[in-house]
Nanobody, 114 residues
């Protein structure tokens, strides 16, 4: 059974940092590029960052470029999203996804507020 389990969300002040993780099981993790998406209330789901299967290439939305870093550890079947210099507009539920599949996690809430 495919599972993607996100963790690491929470409440943080503007300018703070969080590290999200997504633990995968039930499929060959190292064969898939991975994505992080986010969805804020009343808005469409947005692609935030992606990483190739071996981790050699990454891409970021313009809104997070220079602040967020996606990485992966194929030995641990885990993808990460390091988020620095957080802004209130980063508030959303963050989801991981195996690219090209319907494999999604349940999401983790990130709230940036003073």
């Amino acid at each position: 059974q495919v599972q993607l389990v996100e963790a690491g969300g929470g409440l943080v002040q503007p300018g703070g940092s969080l590290r999200l993780s997504c633990a995968a099981s039930g499929f060959i993790f190292s064969s898939y590029a991975m994505n992080w998406y986010r969805q804020a209330p009343g808005k469409e789901r947005e692609l935030v960052a992606s990483i190739t299967s071996a981790g050699g290439r990454t891409n970021y939305a313009d809104s997070v470029k220079g602040r967020f870093t996606i990485s992966r550890d194929n030995a641990k079947n885990t993808v990460y999203l390091q988020m620095n210099s957080l802004k209130p507009e980063d508030t959303a539920v963050y989801y991981c996804n195996a690219k090209g599949t319907f494999y999604w996690g349940q999401g983790t809430q990130v709230t940036v507020s003073s």
